[in-house]
Nanobody, 123 residues
Framework: QVQLVESGGGLVQAGGSLRLSCAAS????????MGWFRQAPSKEREFVAA????????YYADSVKGRFTISRDNAKNTVYLQMNSLKPEDTAVYYC????????????????WGQGTQVTVSS
């Protein structure tokens, strides 16, 4: 079992920044790939970013490339999503997710999910 708890969401103006955190517990975090996903109202959950267990590999959706940065601190069992130059279309509930093995972009590839944190970007 893995427990994931996101934090750091909120309301921000367009062009602003937020940093999301996801604290993990329950098994050896350093062996797991981590991902961030988001879901806007009446839309499918979509991939945002993923990071390998050793942080040597990162992957991003085209829509956030160059604006968002995923990172992790295995000593703190925490993964981060730094979001800069936010746009109204980034408004969504953001979820972190966990899987053993290599990072993946598919929702179905992840075993465990957090409860989500709301990010709202006003224009």
């Amino acid at each position: 079992q893995v427990q994931l708890v996101e934090s750091g969401g909120g309301l921000v103006q367009a062009g602003g920044s937020l940093r999301l955190s996801c604290a993990a517990s329950g098994r050896t975090f350093s062996r797991d790939a981590m991902g961030w996903f988001r879901q806007a109202p009446s839309k499918e959950r979509e991939f945002v970013a993923a990071i390998s267990w050793g942080a040597g590999y990162t992957y991003y959706a085209d829509s956030v490339k160059g604006r968002f940065t995923i990172s992790r601190d295995n000593a703190k069992n925490t993964v981060y999503l730094q979001m800069n130059s936010l746009k109204p279309e980034d408004t969504a509930v953001y979820y972190c997710a966990n899987r053993r093995g290599a990072p993946a972009m598919g929702v179905d590839s992840y075993e465990y999910w957090g409860q989500g944190t709301q990010v709202t970007v006003s224009s």
